[in-house]
């Protein structure tokens, strides 16, 4: 009866996640049909915070903290607009400052802006859909061997 319980939790926790996983995916195909596209460039990268790694040296372990920096782009809107916006993700080794990068915007709100990515619009999505999945396969193996 625990295993069935436990089968059960674990499918519903998948499905929520794959169902969060489907609202990214929908939010970004919305996105990229309602925006336009361009190129910009990264003009400098702003600290989020950090990110601490474990590793062992020498039979113990140590951690460091990784600085965490989101790229800062500049790009101009089809109407000469020139705009600024941060990137939705941060990682500690950012691309370079000058980097071009393709930009997905709204003419009616240019700073809602996104680097046009398949990470930066898809990347959400594809995370939520494997946690999801690996959630909800458990659950059925769970239910499945608990007979």
């Keep these: 009866m625990a295993k069935t319980i436990a089968g059960i939790l674990l499918s519903l926790v998948g499905v929520v996640i794959l169902a969060g996983g489907g609202w990214y995916a929908y939010e970004a195909f919305q996105f990229v049909g309602s925006t336009e596209s361009t190129t910009g460039t990264i003009v400098e990268h702003k600290f989020t915070g950090g990110l601490n790694r474990t590793t062992r040296e020498g039979g113990s372990r140590v951690t460091e903290t990784v600085p965490m920096y989101a790229p800062i782009v500049e790009y101009q809107t089809g109407a000469g607009q020139n705009v600024q916006f ?53 659950g059925v193996l769970v239910l499945k061997f608990s007979r």
């Design 86 to 138: 941060q990137a939705n993700w941060s990682e500690g080794d950012p691309p370079a400052i000058g980097t071009i990068v393709n930009v997905r915007y709204s003419p009616d709100s240019p700073t809602a802006a996104r680097i046009s990515s398949f990470f930066s619009l898809y990347g959400a999505a594809l995370i939520l859909f494997l946690i999801g999945g690996v959630f909800a396969m458990a």
